[in-house]
């Protein structure tokens, strides 16, 4: 069974940092795509960061590009968020991603809310 859990989300004040990790298991990690996605009440899914299966290639959305970093670490089945500087407009519920060829799956989430 496959299973991808989402933590470290917490409230934070405006301009601070966190790390989220996401946990994978029952899949051959190092094979897949990872994603981080967030979701906002009343907003559609958006795509956040994205890190290749080996590492090498990341991308990122406008909004968090040179504040939000996307890493894994496949010995410990394990992909990361680090986010500085954060925005009351972070404020979302933020989703691990993995894709390989027409396989995917997705974790439950972890909330994020930047508020003072």
């Known amino acids: 069974q496959v299973q991808l859990v989402e933590s470290g989300g917490v409230l934070v004040q405006p301009g601070g940092s966190l790390r989220l990790s996401c946990a994978a298991s029952?899949?051959?990690?190092?094979?897949?795509?990872m994603r981080w996605y967030r979701q906002a009440p009343g907003k559609e899914r958006e795509l956040v960061a994205a890190?290749?299966?080996?590492?090498?290639?990341?991308s990122y959305a406008d909004s968090v590009k040179g504040r939000f970093t996307i890493s894994r670490d496949n010995a410990k089945n394990t992909v990361y968020l680090q986010m500085i500087s954060l925005k009351p407009e972070d404020t979302a519920e933020y989703y691990c991603?993995?894709?390989?060829?027409?396989?995917?799956?997705w974790g439950q989430g972890t909330q994020v809310t930047v508020s003072s």
């Open positions: 029952g899949l051959t990690f190092r094979m897949y795509d």
């Open positions: 890190i290749s299966s080996t590492g090498t290639v990341t």
């Open positions: 991603y993995a894709g390989y060829s027409s396989t995917s799956y």
